[in-house]
């Protein structure tokens, strides 16, 4: 059974950091880009960053870019997210996704492009 289980989210202070981690189980991700979305309620999951299968290519959404870092380490099948100078309105569910490809050139921000998705870790920044 493949799974993706994401850890980390918890109650942080705005200015604050976190790094979230997910860790893939039932095969191998290292031929995937990878990325991690955001749901807040009452808002669409939207795209916060993405990387390719073997790190060269890196995207983020523009609210993120400067301030969270994504990282993958294939040989222990994990993808992080460094999260840092967080704002109140980071608060949202994190979800860790496989792409259906190895490069994600356009496609990277898309939803609909990734097949295997975790359950979620919540992260909440107070003001």
């Known amino acids: 059974q493949v799974q993706l289980v994401e850890s980390g989210g918890r109650l942080v202070q705005a200015g604050g950091s976190l790094r979230l981690s997910c860790a893939a189980s039932g095969r191998t991700f290292s031929s995937n880009g990878m990325g991690w979305f955001r749901q807040a309620p009452g808002k669409e999951r939207e795209f916060v960053a993405a990387i390719s299968w073997s790190g060269d290519m890196i995207y983020y959404a523009d609210s993120v870019k400067g301030r969270f870092t994504i990282s993958r380490d294939n040989a222990k099948n994990t993808v992080s997210l460094q999260m840092s100078s967080l704002k109140p309105e980071d608060t949202a569910v994190y979800y860790c996704?496989?792409?259906?490809?190895?490069?994600?050139?356009?496609?990277?921000?898309?939803?609909?492009?990734?097949?295997?998705w975790g359950q979620g870790t919540q992260v909440t920044v107070s003001s």
């Open positions: 996704a496989a792409h259906r490809l190895a490069y994600i050139s356009g496609t990277y921000y898309s939803p609909l492009q990734y097949t295997y």
